[in-house]
């Protein structure tokens, strides 16, 4: 079975004040919530069951989604009580241990293949396998080099404005069941610490490398952004029969 962990528990302060009446997975894009494009998404690419991690304003998009009947795709939820990180609430979610599982953040917007990365990981030797997206950054100041040559105050380099670019977290993850091993029952744990630890039991942690259509709408920027081309690229984001 294909199931998917969708965590929208986040409280999105990076959003305020949007996110003090909208949890973040329903803020809308173009003419629906975000999370709604990644149903109908996760539907169109085969999974067969989707749970909800929730927690801040739960009720929110429990009463949205209710049980996936209107998506043509079971919908569950677990609502976490307190703040478990962003992936202490798997240990806790029934059934994850039996198979591999997709887990993703709730704010993202692209039009990845979900059913082929979780089918590419299943078949590969990975613990933990993470959809990455090359970003470009450009510094609109001069950046200065020192100590180069050993002396911490001599100006050895001046870069005026220099772009750089950097592999970045898709915030869409795919686990082996041995890999929740490392999450304690009840315990805060983040992506990042999940990661750590099976680097350091020496597990494998392989990147799906992307050059699909990615925004985090968490931040301000992409979610402009997304506001801003969503009409040019709703083909590529909305199944069809949606």
């Known amino acids: 079975m294909k199931r998917a962990v969708i965590l929208a528990g986040g409280e999105g302060m ?6 003090t009446v909208l949890p973040k997975p329903l803020m809308p894009i173009g003419d629906r919530p975000v999370l709604d494009i990644v149903v109908r998404q996760l539907k169109a690419h085969g999974f067969e069951r989707i749970t909800i991690a929730t927690g801040y304003l739960a009720e929110l998009i429990e009463a949205f989604f209710r049980d996936g009947e209107a998506y043509g795709i079971p919908i569950d939820y677990y609502r976490e009580h307190e703040p478990l990180g962003t992936v202490g609430a798997l240990a806790l979610i ?6 591999h599982i997709l887990v993703m953040n709730g704010d993202v917007l692209t039009d990845i293949d979900y059913g082929a990365l979780l089918e590419r990981h299943r078949t590969g030797d990975a613990a933990a396998t993470i959809a990455t997206k090359v970003r470009h950054i450009q510094v609109s100041l001069g950046v200065l080099r020192f100590g180069e040559d050993g002396d911490p105050t001599r100006l050895t380099g ?9 592999t970045a977290s898709m915030g869409v993850y ?6 929740l091993q490392h999450i304690k029952p009840g315990e805060r744990l983040d992506f990042p610490d999940l990661i750590l630890r099976l680097i350091a039991a020496n597990d494998v942690v392989r990147a799906w490398p992307s050059e699909d259509y990615w925004l985090d709408i968490g931040r301000h920027d992409d979610y402009e952004q997304a506001q801003e081309e ?6 590529r984001l909305i199944p069809p029969e949606s």
């Open 14 to 19: 990076r959003l305020r004040p949007y996110t």
């Open 94 to 99: 029934d059934g994850l241990a039996e198979d």
């Open 158 to 166: 001046y870069d005026e404005k220099p772009a750089i670019d950097f």
């Open 174 to 179: 795919c686990f082996a069941p041995r890999a």
């Open 230 to 235: 969503f009409e040019s690229v709703r083909h």
